[in-house]
């Protein structure tokens, strides 16, 4: 088990995070509050737009999910409009691809390697710039 300790104020491993107070005792400073984000043997997942990420799943994950055993879907540099009749999850085993909501001037951008999961009812436009092969699953 892999172990880190800084200034005796952190003690991090693969499984836990511990903090400690990174003042003496004797001190009349205030307290200053640290945040860490540690990342053990899974992945994080993100949401932004509404569409849910998580970059390089563990095949663990996968394996869980099926993925492999769901239909696969594949197309060409484009641009087009759509609309997710059911909430959609996808695994991308390649590309490159810009998706933004209808209405919004900003977009998400999901690539190969990435567990992707769009909600029932939104509406976007993909804008595919490197050719896309993935798994996917409604419902």
Same mark, same amino acid.
């Given at each position: ?8 104020? @952190?003690? @991090? ?8 107070? @990174? ?17 053990? *043997? ?42 997710? *009749? ?31 999961? @769009? ?21």
């Amino acid at each position: 088990m892999a172990s880190l300790c800084v200034n005796n104020s @952190f003690i @991090f491993n693969t499984q836990t995070l511990h903090k400690r107070s @990174f003042l003496p005792a004797t001190t009349n400073r205030r307290r200053r509050s640290v945040t860490i984000a540690a990342e053990s *043997s899974s992945s994080m997942a993100t949401e932004k737009l509404g569409i849910k990420i998580e970059k390089n799943p563990p095949e663990s994950t996968l394996t869980q999910l099926g993925v492999r055993n769901w239909p696969k879907w594949s197309c060409p540099p484009s641009k087009f409009p759509w609309t997710y *009749s059911d909430k959609e999850t996808c695994y991308l085993l390649e590309g490159k691809v810009k998706v933004t909501p209808a209405g919004s001037k900003e977009s998400v951008e999901i690539g190969g390697g990435d567990l992707v999961e @769009f909600p029932k009812g939104m509406s976007c436009t993909w804008d595919v710039s490197v050719g896309v092969d993935k798994h996917y699953n409604f419902g």
